[in-house]
């Protein structure tokens, strides 16, 4: 499945979007909302979502500038642009910027949106590179940020946390997380997050281990943060994702 971004100032608007298709069927799922540009950004370098769809007109920063900011990182992101009638304007410049396409909010309807993600698929990786893909190739990263990758990668299963990944490398907590973040573009949690998720998926669908073991295996003490963990990243429970791959 592939993950959405919603960014928009009204909350009856990123609502209506939630309601308006069945997600599990669309190949899609929410994995955050914002509600400004700036929020957005500071979720994009967490999320890293396939697809943003965003308003234009917000508060703090706009979605035209978010898009701006976002194509300086990664010029291949998709987005959809959110307008009214009234902004069309602001929509015909956002074609320009190179977005994929955009909705109006007035009249937007569940076949105009199923029919975007049906083009949206086209341009997207079938296979998405994991976390695991994503840290295969640390040479990129300074020596420390590469020590420290790989002492995630060697851990992720047992009690692991920023502070006693800190205190490992004898660093301060804050200053671990700021050089990280920079290097990486994810925060520590959110890498540690994705690894045991990843690991789960390989055990869910390569063993018959009930879904309570697997949660031990891969590092969650709290069963409640697993299922929250899970369903986030893959739009999924642990036992529709193995129905659905198996």
């Known amino acids: ?84 009638h009234e902004q069309f304007d602001y929509a015909r410049s956002a074609i320009k910027l190179g ?23 086209k341009k997207l990786p079938k296979e998405l590179p994991s976390i695991f893909d994503r840290f295969s190739n ?35 907590k804050t200053y671990l997380a700021r050089i990280f973040k920079e290097e990486t573009g994810v925060n520590v949690h959110e890498v540690i997050l994705c690894l045991r998720v990843e690991k789960a998926k390989q055990l869910l669908l390569g063993s018959e281990s009930k879904v309570s073991d697997i949660i031990d295996k891969v590092g969650f003490h709290n069963p409640q943060n697993f299922y929250t963990a899970f369903k986030k990243y893959t739009g999924l429970s642990p036992s529709e994702y193995r129905m659905q791959n198996q």
């Open 99 to 121: 977005v994929h396409d955009y909705l109006i909010k007035d009249s937007l309807l569940p076949k105009e949106l199923l029919g975007i993600f049906e083009q949206v698929k």
């Open 138 to 172: 640390i040479s990129e990263y300074s020596p420390r940020i590469r020590r420290i990758v790989e002492h995630i990668l060697r851990n992720y299963e047992k009690d692991i946390s920023l502070r006693l990944i800190a205190e490992h490398f004898a660093i301060h």
């Open 1 to 84: 499945m592939y993950s959405v971004m919603i960014v928009d100032d009204e909350r009856p608007s990123r609502e209506l979007l939630k309601l308006l298709v069945d997600w599990e069927e669309t190949g899609f799922f929410i994995c955050c909302e914002a509600s400004d540009g700036q929020d957005a950004l500071n979720k994009y370098h967490i999320y890293r979502p396939d697809l943003v769809i965003t308003d234009i007109q917000m508060p703090v920063m706009d979605g035209l500038s978010l898009i701006r900011r976002v194509r300086n990182e990664n010029p291949e992101q998709l987005f959809v642009v959110l307008s009214c």
